[in-house]
């Protein structure tokens, strides 16, 4: 989890980050969720090469990580707090609550064959990686 910087005053706040400042890789792409219908589940892979920083700008929402190993759900519920997912990991988001905003920053450009889809063939990556 990252906490990143938070400048607060009484007619709002202002949360800047810059790539390789506050999150440890250069920002290649920006992308965010949003219009998310209650019960909705995004995500569901992992990446090969891939790095992110996921930050509930707006609501909240749980996301599920998973090494091949252990799950641990994290719930991401303030503008300021972002998580870091390294490559490998495989990532499901759901519990979005109503108008929820994720923003998404990432390390590399859009590539199709960057995802793992199949969590058998991530599984079996993970154990053939030790
Ligand atoms: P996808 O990554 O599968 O969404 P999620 O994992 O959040 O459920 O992307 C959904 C669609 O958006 C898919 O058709 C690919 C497209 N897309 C892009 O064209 N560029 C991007 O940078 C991203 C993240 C998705």
């Known amino acids: 989890m990252i906490d990143l910087p938070r400048h607060a005053s009484p007619c709002g706040s202002i949360t800047p980050i810059e790539g390789g400042v506050n999150i440890p890789f250069a920002i290649a792409r920006v992308y965010y969720l949003y219009d998310i219908p209650g019960g909705a589940v995004r995500g569901g892979h992992a990446h090969v090469e891939l790095e992110q920083v996921l930050a509930a700008v707006l609501g909240a929402f749980d996301i599920v990580v998973d090494d091949g190993s252990n799950k641990k759900v994290i719930r991401l519920d303030r503008a300021y707090r972002g998580l870091f997912i390294p490559r490998g990991i ?19 450009p859009y590539r199709k064959d960057d995802y793992l889809r199949d969590y058998e063939t991530f599984s079996r990556m993970k154990v053939a990686d030790g």
Request: with cysteine; proline share 0%.
């Open 90 to 108: 495989w990532r499901e988001m759901v519990n979005f609550s109503s108008g929820a905003v994720c923003v998404v920053l990432a390390s590399t």
